[in-house]
């Protein structure tokens, strides 16, 4: 490898400090026509990438770039990163179409390569295999599925009904060698079906998924181990790290089938054969190739990093400017990356090319240079120009490309003796630095309130249509790049935000909710939000670090990185800010994860019960131990679904409720906090990690609606897991988090649908989606909505495209929903007629919310359907402290001490003085406080006394109470019914 200096002093060696580069053609058995023509029109001559360092000091000229060796791809990226050399890439995807040299030399696709491997080891005696006794695995046990054998296999009938999840059936191995290294078999489809998921469970339970493309005739297919990749939902222990594979001679089971989370899948009927299922070998030669990678090279690519387009027409830029390219009608386009240098990126990516649609919006870029550290480049025409053309535009390169011209962009050392006898100037890139001059957000105005349980703006009630939004210029970015996010210098471009939000605009949309993470976005943060202000929209913006219980569930709050963003973003009044969302997807996590509170849960139990003995007693049921100290409960306890009621339900019971008090509790103090910098805006926090109400995630123990809503201004649902067939349940929940929060708005933080790699069907879906949304906010009467996500394109780290905008600008059906349903949403009609409520109580099932969803689901579906919209009440909606259920929580009769059921309290202080204390009281519970029966138990080591409340206190009503005369006490709230209850807040003056 050189370093940027060896470099240097190679290119004054080697060659003239004014000398271009020499233009080469890569030209290795697979060039066609295109690239003869190429060859001939620049007179370069032909090279191969055998010898990567043979070809420093070149500009390698790639004229058919889409199909490519996998044994050449190291040397590629040798050529790049290695040598530093200069690429000109034409048509592509680049390296979409990887070949492999097969048994008699020829290039041929991976497919065909291993469709002809040997099948020496059948896996599976079809002979005596039962299909009736074969497992199912199946997320909708009531769709229909036949199964029949054939002489070699067999055929399967099923349908897929929403929402769609898996599908299959699987097949007991017998061992085969070891050293195979391919799966064949032979497969055939009907119309619907164009892939098979294939799992592959080892012995060990390690379980490994591939995706084989299937089509109506019968065919050959063969997958390499390299193929399969670790699933994580397995039970084996250190399998699937780096280098790991799948071990054909230890597979157990075979699945075969469909699975939503590793093809795009629609509703229906789907068909299929499977013949053979043997394994064989293709040796060390494929596998070396086969692990190679394509470079990351950005503006080129792997293929993600690129998008198909058909522009209008096309404008050629600086360089390119006067070549005769044309306006083709199809292009690649690279998707857009940062224009500026900014410290802390290695590259910036040059338009040559720009192509606009027909509204007049550029829209893609038909050829883009990248620049890099070091002295690398490489340029991608994403279509074949006229040769002629061709080599006039290397040509240009080669000049611009001289180590002069290089160093003079700091892209290499510049030599003092070479520059103290250079004379002229390189023709350099106009390419600037830095993100440009930014807005300051100084605009001073009215902000979003709520009223009467609704958003309200300019004394109207305002609807939030909104969107979560990334930029399209984030698409298939790496990982490193995409979470260093883009409102940070590195990858703040304002040019390409103008367009997005103008987009946003044209559909109506008016809010968008995006991450704050770092102090050094805070300037690029001020600039977007007065660009948003210019296009109408309002900005919902997750703070970093304000999550209650993440790092910890008991650090100084005060001391926390949020408080230092909201300061340095400084928006406080700003009209075009609409909320901050203090926690993304909140959960205590999977027992691993929850012990961690095990001392807090003690604590608590203490407080509630007075001991773990007396909760025990009341439980009917021990608590949790892990060697020796109590715990939580365990993971299977959360997902029990029976036969006959759990035994631990009302341990669980109980933990759900602690898990709401401390949330509640850190929440409270979080937003005190904020509010002592900004005060003039809402604050939220999306609550259902994985979808609330939905059963999947249970696990993960994801807050509830309930955690924290005395404090937040309104109730953020998220919608994963519903979709048009269940749409219904989705409407439950919304009226599930009008009560959780008392009436307070409710706002869809989060839904949507993947739609990459499944073509028009997925689309459509997605739309449907956004339909079946649209229909029950309005229906509802929901206070706002914000699908996942604006950009349409690759998101590398999750394998998904949730975008409602393609990479060229063009809306997709799901955000045409949205402008089709703007108007409608701004003048606040459709709500249902209130119907019968529908009486809930969590503590009946360990899952929670979702057992109530599951439990509720048809009643409320029979009455949401037939125009009717219900309530949701408890046994204590309406009632005090001096009528409610005389229980405690889990439902068991009250005994004290215990956390009655909808009896609850919280306690802060407001201010200290020598011997004063002011202190808030709020309402947590769903009982009103009786001013004749609840009152404030002061104890100090000089007694006890009672403070009585001025008037009733109804449900997260607060009350301010002066204590004076204290040294060291402890405050609570009780009930003459009930004894204390809520919190204890301990004092020391």
Same mark, same amino acid.
């Given at each position: 490898?050189?370093?940027?200096?060896?470099?240097?002093?190679?290119?004054?060696?080697?060659?003239?400090?004014?000398?271009?580069?020499?233009?080469?053609?890569?030209?290795?058995?697979l060039?066609?026509?295109?690239?003869?023509?190429?060859?001939?029109?620049?007179?370069?001559?032909?090279?191969?990438?055998?010898?990567?360092e043979?070809?420093?000091?070149?500009?390698?000229?790639?004229?058919?770039?889409?199909?490519?060796?996998?044994?050449?791809?190291?040397?590629?990226?040798?050529?790049?990163?290695?040598?530093?050399?200069?690429?000109?890439?034409?048509?592509?995807p680049?390296?979409?179409?990887?070949?492999?040299?097969?048994?008699?030399?020829?290039?041929?696709?991976?497919e065909?390569?291993?469709?002809?491997?040997?099948?020496?080891?059948?896996?599976?005696?079809?002979?005596?295999?039962?299909?009736?006794?074969c497992?199912?695995?199946?997320?909708?046990?009531?769709?229909?599925?036949?199964?029949?054998?054939?002489?070699?296999?067999?055929?399967?009938?099923?349908?897929?009904i929403?929402?769609?999840?898996?599908?299959?059936?699987?097949?007991?191995?017998?061992?085969?060698?070891?050293?195979?290294?391919?799966?064949?078999?032979?497969?055939?489809?009907?119309?619907?079906?164009?892939?098979l998921?294939?799992?592959?469970?080892?012995?060990?339970?390690?379980?490994?998924?591939?995706?084989?493309?299937?089509?109506?005739?019968?065919?050959?297919?063969?997958?390499?181990?390299?193929?399969?990749?670790?699933?994580?939902?397995?039970?084996s222990?250190?399998?699937?790290?780096?280098?790991?594979?799948?071990?054909?001679?230890?597979?157990?089971?075979?699945s075969?089938g469909?699975?939503?989370?590793h093809?795009?899948? %629609? @509703?229906?009927?789907?068909?299929?054969?499977? #013949?053979? =299922? &043997? $394994?064989?070998?293709?040796?060390?030669?494929? +596998? *070396?190739?086969?692990?190679?990678?394509?470079?990351?090279?950005?503006g080129?690519?792997?293929?993600?990093?690129?998008?198909?387009?058909?522009?209008?027409?096309?404008?050629?830029?600086?360089?390119?400017?006067?070549?005769?390219?044309?306006?083709?009608?199809?292009?690649?386009?690279?998707v857009?990356?940062?224009?500026?240098?900014?410290?802390?990126?290695?590259?910036v990516?040059?338009?040559?090319v720009?192509?606009?649609?027909?509204?007049?919006?550029?829209?893609?870029?038909?050829?883009?240079?990248?620049?890099r550290?070091?002295?690398?480049?490489?340029?991608?025409?994403?279509?074949?120009? %006229? @040769?002629?053309?061709?080599?006039?535009?290397? #040509?240009? =390169? &080669? $000049?611009?490309?001289?180590?002069?011209?290089? +160093? *003079?962009?700091?892209?290499?050392?510049?030599?003092?003796?070479?520059?103290?006898?250079?004379?002229?100037?390189?023709?350099?890139?106009?390419?600037?630095?830095g993100?440009?001059?930014?807005?300051?957000?100084?605009?001073?105005?009215?902000?979003?309130?709520?009223?009467?349980?609704?958003?309200?703006?300019?004394?109207?009630?305002?609807?939030?249509?909104?969107?979560?939004?990334?930029?399209?210029?984030?698409?298939?970015l790496?990982?490193?790049?995409?979470?260093?996010?883009?409102?940070?210098?590195?990858?703040?471009?304002?040019?390409?935000l103008?367009?997005?939000?103008?987009?946003l605009?044209?559909?109506?949309?008016?809010?968008?909710?995006?991450?704050y993470?770092?102090?050094?976005?805070?300037?690029?943060?001020?600039?977007?939000?007065?660009?948003?202000?210019?296009?109408?929209?309002?900005?919902?913006?997750?703070?970093e670090?304000?999550?209650?219980?993440?790092?910890?569930?008991?650090?100084?709050?005060?001391?926390r990185?949020?408080?230092?963003?909201?300061?340095?973003?400084?928006?406080?009044?700003?009209?075009?800010?609409?909320?901050?969302?203090l926690?993304?997807?909140p959960?205590?996590?999977?027992?691993q994860?929850?012990?961690?509170?095990?001392?807090?849960?003690e604590?608590w139990?203490?407080?509630?019960?007075g001991?773990?003995?007396?909760?025990?007693?009341?439980?009917?049921?021990?608590?949790?131990?892990?060697?020796?100290k109590?715990?939580?409960?365990?993971?299977?306890?959360?997902i029990?679904?029976?036969?006959?009621?759990?035994?631990?339900?009302?341990?669980?019971a109980?933990?759900?409720?602690?898990?709401?008090?401390?949330?509640?509790?850190?929440?409270?103090?979080?937003?005190?906090?904020a509010?002592?910098?900004?005060?003039?805006?809402?604050?939220?926090?999306?609550?259902?990690?994985?979808?609330?109400g939905?059963?999947?995630?249970?696990?993960?123990?994801?807050?509830?609606?309930?955690?924290?809503?005395?404090?937040?201004?309104?109730?953020?649902?998220?919608?994963?897991g519903?979709?048009?067939?269940?749409?219904?349940?989705a409407?439950?929940?919304?009226?599930?988090?009008?009560?959780?929060?008392?009436?307070?708005?409710?706002?869809w933080?989060?839904f949507?649908?993947s739609?990459?790699?499944?073509?028009?069907?997925?689309?459509?879906?997605?739309g449907?989606?956004y339909?079946a949304?649209?229909?029950?906010?309005?229906r509802?009467?929901?206070d706002?909505?914000?699908?996942?996500?604006?950009p349409?394109?690759?998101?590398?780290?999750?394998?998904?495209d949730?975008?409602?905008?393609?990479?060229?600008?063009?809306?997709?059906?799901s955000?045409?929903?949205?402008r089709?349903?703007?108007?409608?949403?701004?003048?606040?009609?459709?709500?249902?007629?209130?119907?019968?409520?529908?009486v809930?109580?969590r503590?009946?099932?360990?899952?929670?919310?979702?057992?109530?969803?599951?439990?509720?689901?048809?009643?409320?579906?029979?009455?949401?359907?037939?125009?009717?919209?219900?309530?949701?009440?408890?046994a204590?909606?309406g009632?005090?402290?001096?009528?409610?259920?005389?229980?405690?929580?889990?439902?068991?009769?009250?005994?004290?001490?215990?956390p009655?059921?909808?009896?609850?309290?919280?306690?802060?202080?407001?201010?200290r003085?020598?011997?004063?204390?002011?202190?808030?009281?709020?309402?947590?519970?769903?009982?009103?406080?009786?001013?004749?029966?609840?009152?404030?138990?002061?104890?100090t080591?000089?007694?006890?006394?009672?403070?009585?409340?001025?008037?009733?206190?109804?449900?997260?009503?607060?009350?301010?109470?002066?204590?004076?005369?204290?040294?060291?006490?402890?405050?609570?709230?009780?009930?003459?019914?009930?004894?204390?209850?809520?919190?204890?807040?301990?004092?020391?003056?």
């Amino acid at each position: 490898m050189f370093s940027a200096s060896a470099l240097a002093t190679f290119f004054l060696i080697t060659a003239a400090w004014d000398e271009p580069p020499e233009v080469v053609v890569w030209d290795e058995e697979l060039g066609g026509e295109y690239t003869r023509a190429v060859r001939d029109a620049t007179g370069a001559r032909a090279v191969t990438l055998e010898n990567a360092e043979a070809l420093a000091g070149t500009l390698l000229v790639l004229p058919e770039c889409r199909v490519f060796p996998a044994a050449r791809l190291q040397a590629l990226g040798d050529y790049v990163n290695n040598i530093r050399g200069h690429l000109l890439a034409v048509g592509g995807p680049a390296f979409e179409a990887l070949v492999y040299r097969d048994h008699a030399g020829k290039w041929v696709p991976k497919e065909e390569l291993l469709a002809t491997v040997t099948a020496e080891h059948p896996l599976i005696d079809w002979k005596t295999l039962d299909l009736a006794k074969c497992n199912r695995g199946s997320s909708q046990k009531d769709a229909y599925v036949h199964y029949a054998p054939i002489s070699d296999g067999y055929s399967a009938e099923l349908d897929l009904i929403e929402p769609v999840g898996w599908e299959t059936v699987e097949l007991p191995c017998t061992p085969t060698p070891s050293g195979d290294d391919v799966l064949w078999f032979r497969a055939s489809g009907s119309d619907k079906t164009k892939a098979l998921l294939i799992e592959v469970r080892e012995r060990d339970g390690s379980r490994w998924m591939a995706t084989a493309s299937v089509s109506e005739s019968d065919t050959e297919i063969g997958l390499h181990v390299s193929q399969f990749q670790f699933w994580r939902d397995s039970w084996s222990q250190g399998r699937g790290g780096p280098g790991d594979q799948v071990n054909l001679s230890n597979a157990g089971v075979i699945s075969v089938g469909f699975a939503a989370s590793h093809q795009p899948l %629609e @509703p229906g009927r789907y068909g299929y054969t499977v #013949r053979g =299922l &043997a $394994t064989g070998k293709i040796g060390p030669e494929f +596998a *070396e190739a086969a692990r190679a990678e394509v470079p990351r090279l950005e503006g080129l690519c792997p293929s993600y990093k690129a998008f198909e387009a058909q522009p209008v027409r096309c404008e050629a830029l600086g360089l390119a400017a006067g070549i005769g390219f044309g306006n083709p009608n199809r292009i690649i386009s690279p998707v857009a990356r940062p224009m500026r240098w900014v410290e802390g990126r290695d590259y910036v990516w040059q338009p040559l090319v720009k192509a606009y649609n027909e509204r007049g919006e550029w829209c893609a870029t038909a050829c883009a240079t990248t620049w890099r550290q070091g002295g690398a480049t490489w340029t991608y025409v994403g279509f074949q120009p %006229e @040769p002629k053309a061709l080599a006039e535009l290397a #040509r240009r =390169l &080669a $000049t611009t490309l001289t180590p002069r011209a290089l +160093a *003079e962009m700091k892209l290499i050392p510049r030599p003092e003796t070479a520059l103290s006898t250079a004379t002229g100037k390189p023709p350099i890139p106009a390419i600037e630095p830095g993100v440009g001059p930014l807005l300051e957000a100084t605009e001073r105005g009215e902000c979003v309130s709520v009223k009467d349980g609704h958003f309200m703006l300019d004394g109207k009630r305002w609807f939030a249509h909104g969107i979560n939004f990334w930029p399209l210029h984030v698409s298939g970015l790496d990982p490193k790049d995409y979470f260093l996010h883009w409102l940070t210098p590195q990858y703040y471009v304002p040019e390409c935000l103008d367009q997005d939000l103008a987009t946003l605009e044209s559909l109506g949309v008016n809010l968008v909710s995006i991450q704050y993470h770092q102090a050094v976005e805070a300037p690029q943060l001020r600039d977007f939000v007065t660009r948003c202000g210019r296009h109408g929209i309002k900005v919902n913006i997750f703070l970093e670090d304000a999550h209650p219980t993440e790092p910890s569930a008991g650090d100084d709050l005060s001391q926390r990185r949020y408080l230092e963003l909201l300061k340095a973003a400084d928006l406080a009044g700003n009209p075009h800010v609409f909320a901050y969302d203090l926690a993304w997807e909140p959960r205590l996590g999977t027992y691993q994860n929850r012990r961690k509170y095990d001392r807090r849960f003690e604590q608590w139990l203490v407080e509630q019960y007075g001991s773990v003995d007396h909760a025990e007693k009341l439980w009917n049921c021990p608590a949790n131990r892990k060697d020796g100290k109590l715990t939580g409960p365990w993971d299977e306890q959360l997902i029990w679904t029976g036969p006959g009621v759990a035994p631990h339900r009302v341990m669980v019971a109980a933990y759900r409720r602690f898990a709401d008090d401390l949330i509640s509790r850190r929440y409270r103090e979080v937003i005190r906090l904020a509010r002592k910098i900004d005060a003039t805006h809402l604050f939220g926090a999306r609550t259902g990690y994985g979808g609330t109400g939905t059963p999947g995630v249970v696990t993960q123990m994801q807050f509830q609606l309930t955690s924290g809503a005395a404090h937040l201004d309104f109730v953020s649902p998220e919608g994963y897991g519903y979709g048009p067939m269940n749409i219904a349940d989705a409407a439950f929940v919304n009226q599930y988090a009008r009560w959780a929060g008392n009436g307070k708005p409710t706002f869809w933080a989060e839904f949507g649908l993947s739609v990459w790699k499944g073509g028009e069907p997925a689309l459509k879906q997605q739309g449907e989606l956004y339909t079946a949304f649209a229909e029950m906010a309005q229906r509802t009467g929901a206070d706002g909505w914000a699908g996942w996500w604006y950009p349409g394109g690759y998101r590398v780290d999750e394998n998904s495209d949730y975008g409602i905008i393609a990479p060229d600008r063009t809306p997709r059906p799901s955000a045409e929903v949205l402008r089709h349903t703007a108007a409608s949403f701004r003048e606040g009609s459709g709500a249902l007629t209130p119907g019968e409520p529908i009486v809930v109580d969590r503590d009946l099932a360990p899952q929670g919310l979702a057992a109530i969803v599951t439990e509720h689901s048809k009643v409320f579906a029979e009455s949401y359907n037939a125009g009717k919209l219900p309530t949701v009440a408890t046994a204590g909606t309406g009632l005090t402290s001096t009528n409610c259920p005389f229980i405690s929580v889990g439902g068991v009769p009250f005994e004290k001490p215990s956390p009655t059921q909808f009896l609850n309290a919280e306690i802060t202080v407001l201010k200290r003085e020598p011997g004063t204390i002011e202190v808030e009281l709020i309402n947590t519970g769903e009982a009103i406080w009786m001013a004749d029966d609840c009152h404030v138990v002061v104890e100090t080591t000089n007694g006890t006394r009672q403070l009585s409340l001025p008037k009733d206190v109804p449900r997260f009503g607060r009350r301010t109470v002066e204590i004076n005369d204290v040294g060291s006490a402890q405050i609570t709230m009780a009930s003459t019914r009930f004894g204390t209850f809520g919190e204890r807040l301990n004092m020391g003056l």
